[in-house]
């Protein structure tokens, strides 16, 4: 049984505490459990913890630069920034039925996946050779994770071609899930983002954006730019 009444972000405000990556590992790991994670990956809470106890490490060495705004609030819909998400994959939660539990900020109406995705097609996006997730444990940690809404007007080859210059990763539709899962302040209207580590051998690009006053698993022309649709990326994955 889910909680779907449960905080999906820690508070922001202008009292907000500085960014803790424990205290922030740990709720997401709270977050994905009162989502039923741990049922959907057929183990129970305490089962589920001990699979991504590991990553716990990880996240605390791999923060990025949340200590460099350590006196600052930690806001990711000023910054489109996270340090951090906790990934399950589909190998364990399968995305038409994780994509449902997650929300807009402040909203309740559930995540969809796009009618455009024709039966059996959202199975061929797969990851990327470069977004190819580590480890073979179905659980990951996404680090340095960037909204990417100066690529909004951007032609998503160009925007994907910049990224890979840069040395930065492009999301997978599994990570996106997890960054709306973990971090749902990230879309905002005109801030949506492109899922460019999930293809599937033709000019489609997955992308979420809001549909509906809810979040939206959809797909884009490679060849198409939108004002409205950047392009997320992260900085390196850890198992």
């Given at each position: 049984?889910?909680?779907?009444?449960?905080?999906?972000?820690?508070?922001?405000?202008?009292?907000a505490s500085?960014?803790?990556p424990?205290?922030?590992?740990?709720?997401?790991?709270?977050?994905?459990?009162?989502?039923g994670?741990?049922?959907?990956?057929?183990?129970?809470?305490?089962?589920?913890?001990?699979?991504?106890?590991?990553?716990?490490?990880?996240?605390?060495?791999h923060?990025?630069?949340?200590?460099?705004?350590?006196?600052?609030?930690?806001?990711?819909?000023?910054?489109?920034?996270?340090?951090?998400?906790?990934?399950?994959t589909?190998?364990?939660a399968?995305?038409?039925?994780?994509?449902?539990?997650?929300?807009?900020?402040?909203?309740?109406?559930?995540?969809?996946?796009?009618?455009?995705?024709e039966?059996?097609?959202?199975?061929r996006?797969?990851?990327?050779?470069?977004?190819?997730?580590?480890?073979?444990?179905?659980?990951?940690?996404?680090?340095?994770?960037?909204?990417?809404?100066?690529?909004?007007?951007?032609?998503?080859?160009?925007a994907?071609?910049?990224?890979?210059?840069?040395?930065?990763?492009?999301?997978?539709?599994?990570?996106?899930?997890?960054?709306?899962?973990?971090?749902?302040?990230?879309?905002?209207?005109?801030?949506?983002?492109?899922?460019?580590?999930?293809?599937?051998?033709?000019?489609?690009?997955?992308?979420?954006?809001i549909?509906?006053?809810?979040?939206?698993?959809?797909?884009?022309?490679?060849?198409?730019?939108?004002?409205w649709?950047?392009?997320?990326?992260?900085?390196?994955?850890?198992?």
């Amino acid at each position: 049984m889910t909680d779907r009444t449960h905080s999906p972000e820690a508070p922001v405000s202008s009292g907000a505490s500085a960014f803790d990556p424990a205290a922030e590992f740990d709720r997401q790991v709270r977050t994905l459990t009162a989502l039923g994670y741990p049922a959907l990956s057929g183990r129970t809470p305490e089962q589920f913890a001990e699979l991504v106890a590991p990553l716990r490490a990880e996240a605390l060495a791999h923060a990025g630069g949340a200590a460099d705004g350590a006196d600052a609030p930690y806001d990711p819909a000023v910054t489109g920034r996270v340090p951090f998400v906790l990934v399950v994959t589909r190998e364990l939660a399968p995305i038409e039925r994780t994509m449902p539990l997650t929300t807009l900020h402040g909203g309740r109406l559930p995540g969809f996946v796009d009618r455009t995705f024709e039966p059996g097609s959202l199975e061929r996006f797969v990851a990327t050779e470069e977004a190819e997730p580590p480890g073979r444990d179905g659980v990951h940690l996404l680090c340095d994770v960037e909204r990417g809404e100066e690529f909004c007007g951007v032609v998503p080859n160009d925007a994907m071609a910049a990224v890979a210059e840069r040395g930065r990763t492009l999301l997978t539709i599994e990570e996106g899930v997890a960054l709306m899962t973990h971090a749902p302040r990230l879309l905002v209207k005109n801030k949506c983002f492109s899922l460019g580590g999930s293809r599937s051998g033709d000019h489609r690009v997955p992308a979420v954006w809001i549909s509906q006053k809810a979040p939206k698993l959809g797909w884009c022309w490679a060849g198409n730019p939108h004002t409205w649709l950047g392009m997320a990326s992260a900085g390196v994955r850890r198992a």
